[in-house]
Every structure is written in C-alpha cells, then in structure tokens.
T-cell receptor
Framework: GENVEQHPSTLSVQEGDSAVIKCTYS??????FPWYKQELGKGPQLIID?????GEKKDQRIAVTLNKTAKHFSLHITETQPEDSAVYFC????????????FGIGTKLQVIP | DVKVTQSSRYLVKRTGEKVFLECVQD?????MFWYRQDPGLGLRLIYF???????EKGDIPEGYSVSREKKERFSLILESASTNQTSMYLC?????????????FGPGTRLTVT
C-alpha cells in the first residue's frame, strides 16, 4: 500500500518568513496530492491540492510542488502570519479502486509574531 | 457550506464499555469515513462507507464496527472499549463524483478510555 512520509514534525518560523514542509510517497499510482490544515479544536480542512500532471500550483501565499520522478511533493507558505499556525497534513491518493487517501504524520507549524 | 457534525467533542468511557460515536453530514454525500488521529501517526482510516448499508474496512478496523442505516449518518462502534482506543476520532464525508481528497471533516471526538 501507499506510504507517505512527512517532515519536519514541528516547525517554528518568524512572522513574515517562509515555511516549507516536505513529503514523499511510495505508490507510483497515486495521482492526487492534497494538503490539509487543522486548526486547534477543528477537523482538517483541504487547502490546496496538486495533480500528477502538474508540477507546481499557487494560491496566494501558498504553493505546492510535485516531482513525480523522485516521488516528492512540498508545501511552501510565504509571508507567514500568526493565523497560519496549525497542523498541516500532506496526503496521497489515487482515483482508482477505493480512492483511499493516505496521510502523513503532520507538521505543527508555529508562526512567532 | 458542508457541515459534518459529531455527537460529542469529549467522551470518557471505562474499559469494556460499548461506545457509540455518531457522525451526521447535511450535504447528501454518498461516502463517509472514520479516522483516528494519534500524535506521530497522522490520520489512519478505520472504516468507510460508499452508500447506505455498505461498509469497507480501512487500515485499522480491529476492535471497531460501523453502521450506516441512513445516508446522512455514519456510526462508529467500539464493542468493548480498551485503553489503546484512547484517541481523537474524526469523521469525514465526500461526494462520490468528486476527487478522493475532497473530504470534509467534522471537528472530532476526543475519546478517553480509563
């Protein structure tokens, strides 16, 4: 089955700096690579995803990159703000079969004002 | 907005008790999921359901069962709770015709088994 590894497990940055979270996956059949943000006391919420036929995607201060050859994908947050503080999960999924989503262990991001 | 609600935010149960965790979604989603979330382990899939009365085992089904009698409701049952089932339980739902990653999560139930 799919295995998703995520690092770092914790990350502290100064407000205004950038934050980068990296993930690797094992199943070459995976073709969806979403990122979820979990704020304190809430469930995870999908914030951005990238498909296997795309190398990079941006949405305001958030960007995701995918290297299918190396089976790596990353989340980049620029100009971090205190409200970016949360736990971020990467995941991998594919559209065939039961469409199961496999999650990384999560990264706790703290943005220091 | 999709709303997924879970019956309790916090629950404390004793070892051996039968525990019911309820999840309700209001957007007519066909697919529903139960995960548990543990530090250092991320989210792990317990069971999922593709339609009413249908269920499939996820990665860690041992010690759990589920029930889906109505489309909007998906229940997770711990037949005989044990201390290693102390965890955060998350329910999610998804429209069948959307991507596998487009799941909407409830706020979670933090279960403590003593």
């Amino acid at each position: 089955g799919e295995n998703v590894e995520q690092h770092p497990s914790t990350l502290s940055v100064q407000e205004g700096d950038s934050a980068v979270i990296k993930c690797t996956y094992s199943d070459s059949a995976s073709n969806y690579f979403p990122w979820y943000k979990q704020e304190l006391g809430k469930g995870p919420q999908l914030i951005i995803d990238i498909r296997s036929n795309v190398g990079e995607k941006k949405d305001q201060r958030i960007a995701v990159t995918l290297n299918k050859t190396a089976k790596h994908f990353s989340l980049h947050i620029t100009e971090t703000q205190p409200e970016d503080s949360a736990v971020y999960f990467c995941a991998a999924a594919h559209s065939g079969g039961y469409q199961k989503v496999t999650f990384g262990i999560g990264t706790k991001l703290q943005v220091i004002p | 907005d999709v709303k997924v609600t879970q019956s309790s935010r916090y629950l404390v149960k004793r070892t051996g008790e039968k525990v019911f965790l309820e999840c309700v979604q209001d957007m007519d989603h066909e697919n529903m999921f139960w995960y548990r979330q543990d530090p250092g382990l991320g989210l792990r899939l317990i069971y999922f359901s593709y339609d009413v009365k249908m269920k499939e085992k996820g990665d860690i089904p041992e010690g759990y069962s589920v029930s889906r009698e109505k489309k909007e409701r998906f229940s997770l049952i711990l037949e005989s709770a044990s201390t290693n089932q102390t965890s955060m339980y998350l329910c999610a739902s998804r429209r069948r015709d959307r991507g596998p990653h487009e799941q909407y999560f409830g706020p979670g139930t933090r279960l403590t088994v003593t």
